[in-house]
């Protein structure tokens, strides 16, 4: 009883509401407020804010706030097996590209393994200092039985980067052409970084069958491809026009103006978001390991569920060291690339 | 002067016997509110009983078995733990031992029911399925896959040293670890939805079993001796066994069960049939009510059996309360 009952008998709407249901569950809260309510006859002239629920009270003909919640999930219900006739096959290749990786860490030998990401970070950063920080954080994971997790880890945080390169590009690119799409973009890139990772696991969760791989890999992308849409975005918005119009009066074409002189000088930024996009992407390594994905996580998990403060502590150093790994390799990239794209500046 | 100092010093006795008498009633209470849902459904009942039959102030502490029993042994708090699964933590024993900690009663009077499940119409269509031996001569009925429990499960380490001493996986059946109970309830979930094969780990009562028809997987005699050492992660020899009830009780701290007996004789009582806590549960699910409506539903519903738990005194002043 309160308030709204008045307004809703003047308002003539009795008959009306009174042909709602008036059933499902009460809270203890309820339950006591009644028992108060028929000892002291009060609440008749209370008037809390009227949200669904105080509403539905008053006039059972309004739904209440638990029954928009059940629409909602209907509502994706009714769409899911739609939606999964298209997605499926989309998504498919990552699902392939996960699992292949997996096994090439299963497979390959660790020594094998060891000299050919120490090679690539050569290749990457031409700097024997980093080569060195990089083998010897590998061969400190390798001593306390962690390089095996490491390892998953890194596959899975290379796949998802390289997804999330190939597609967050093309958006960064038609971002910063046209004004309309960037004002559509960015409140879903908005929503895509604050939203709680949990939130959309639930219906990835429903899209998904849990034991595929591709069901942490879309949750992994759609949370780190943010950075390098934005800051490819950023990269060539930030590309000085008057080049642009120089390159115009060459006679390229846009797309020969893309590749030719847009790309090359944002790709600074671009290697920032991609920076960005490779430690975004470990940060989600827990999360994934909560929908069954292998590696690192998988201990932090452990430490935590079984209060075992040590398994925790050095699963999740390990993920610190594998963010430093990353963080100066890229960084020695972007260094290069910058100092090469110095070069060609007149 | 000295009229204003005794007058001062008047109120401050008057406050003081006022809170003394509040407390001697029952004072502050923490309970424990587990994770999961029959735990939830346990404290919000109780709770309720607490502080409106018996006057305390509660306190409900959002947490699970091995974190309160932690809290227990070193800070002696919270001061009532409800749906203590021993089998799951070996500390419990110690505690009990030490004295810490006292057991009152079985929250869940049939005990808890781990076991590996099927599906209901999957042993319609093949009646062997629903033993070990015949869906690991045929995994396909099954998908070829278990479904494993999250770590921190105890059910997960039987189930991992079940699967090593039945050799699960030289027989065909892929064992799919999954990272959380709620994966593994989807998963459950979505098989029956769309009437496909599932073979994995779960227990009773859940609210998930108690909305699926699921069959427990007869996995051959019960040897209890073999089920204590599966229970240990460090077990040297898993052993084959089908698995044994688990006892399932309310515990208090030493403390609080020495100051407060009435409390005492009202938790030991506080006890439910997987039928009645399965029902809770389903009701719950259909209705998506959290644990506080479905306290509220069993207490208005199901008025015989609190009552019988309740000290008379308390039972009149909730009689007034729930109608």
């Known amino acids: 009883m309160s308030g709204y009952n008045a307004v809703f008998e003047s308002l003539g709407l009795q008959g009306w509401c009174s042909a709602g249901t008036q059933g499902g569950p009460v809270t203890l809260a309820q339950l006591l407020a009644k028992a108060k309510a028929n000892q002291a006859g009060a609440g008749e002239g209370s008037l809390p804010f009227p949200s669904l629920d105080a509403l539905n009270s008053a006039c059972p003909a309004i739904p209440r706030t638990r029954d928009m919640t059940s629409a909602i999930e209907h509502g994706f219900l009714t769409v899911r097996d739609g939606l999964k006739v298209v997605l499926d096959p989309l998504t498919q290749p990552l699902s392939w590209l996960l699992e292949l990786s997996l096994k090439v860490v299963d497979l390959v030998p660790w020594w094998l393994m060891i000299l050919a990401l120490l090679a690539l970070t050569w290749w990457l950063s031409r700097s024997l200092r980093i080569t060195a920080l990089a083998g010897s954080i590998l061969l400190a994971l390798g001593l306390v039985d962690h390089l095996h997790y490491a390892l998953q880890t890194m596959a899975i945080v290379f796949t998802c980067t390289l997804i999330c390169i190939l597609a967050g590009l093309p958006i960064g690119i038609l971002m910063s052409r046209s004004e309309r799409f960037k004002s559509a973009a960015l409140p879903v890139l908005d929503m895509l970084q604050t939203l709680p990772s949990f939130v959309y696991l639930i219906p990835l969760i429903f899209l998904f069958s849990v034991t595929e791989p591709k069901l942490y890999g879309i949750a992994i992308i759609l949370y780190a491809i943010v950075p390098v849409v934005r800051l490819t975005d950023l990269g060539i918005r930030q590309v000085d026009g008057s080049v642009g119009e120089a390159a115009e009066s060459f006679g390229m074409s846009g797309w020969q103006r893309l590749t030719s002189v847009e790309l090359p000088l944002a790709l600074p930024s671009i290697m920032a978001g991609v920076n960005q996009t490779i430690m975004m992407a470990l940060s989600m390594v827990v999360i994934a390991s909560l929908v069954s994905a292998p590696g690192l996580g998988v201990l932090v998990l452990r430490g935590i569920n079984n209060l075992e403060l040590g398994v925790g502590l050095v699963a999740g150093l390990a993920i610190v060291l594998l963010a430093i790994a990353f963080d100066r390799v890229t960084k020695a990239s972007m260094a290069r690339l910058s100092a090469q794209s110095k070069g060609y500046n007149p | ?290 644990a506080d409506e479905t306290a509220a539903y069993f207490l208005t519903q199901h008025k015989r059996v609190w009552q019988a738990w309740v000290s008379d005194e308390a039972g009149r002043k909730l009689d007034a309360i729930i109608q």
């Open chain 2, 1 to 290: 002067m000295r009229l204003r100092v005794s007058l001062a010093g008047a109120v401050t006795a008057a406050l003081i016997s006022l809170n003394a008498s509040a407390q001697a009633d029952c004072g502050q209470v923490t309970i424990t509110e587990m994770n999961w849902a029959s735990g939830a459904v346990v404290t919000a009942v109780s709770s309720f009983l607490l502080e409106q039959g018996y006057g305390c102030q509660v306190k409900k502490v959002p947490t699970s078995t091995v974190p309160a029993l932690t809290s227990l042994a070193e800070t002696g708090k919270p001061d009532i733990l409800t749906e203590i699964w021993p089998a799951v933590a070996d500390v419990y024993f110690t505690l009990e031992k030490q004295g810490k900690l006292v057991r009152v009663g079985n929250v869940l009077s049939d005990g808890g029911q781990d076991g590996w499940w099927v599906p209901k119409y999957l042993v319609e269509q093949h009646p062997e399925a629903a033993t070990l031996a015949g869906i690991m001569a045929h995994p396909e009925w099954v998908g070829g896959q278990f479904n494993n429990g999250p770590s921190g499960w105890g059910g997960r380490v039987s189930s991992d040293n079940l699967i090593k001493a039945f050799e699960l996986e030289q027989h065909g059946i892929k064992v799919f670890n999954h990272g959380s109970g709620e994966t593994l309830a989807a998963s459950l979930a979505s098989a029956y939805e769309s009437k496909k094969p599932w073979f994995g780990y779960y227990w009773a009562p859940t609210g998930l079993l108690g909305k699926y028809p699921m069959v427990s997987v007869d996995m051959g005699p019960l040897d209890a001796d073999k089920a204590k050492c599966n229970a240990r992660i460090d077990c040297a020899t898993p052993g084959k066994t089908s698995w044994p009830t688990a006892t399932v009780l309310t515990t208090m701290s030493r403390a609080f069960h020495d100051s407060h007996p009435d409390i005492v004789a009202l938790m030991s009582k506080v006890s439910f049939t997987n039928t009645q806590m399965g029902e809770l549960l389903a009701w719950q699910e259909s209705n998506k009510a959290t």
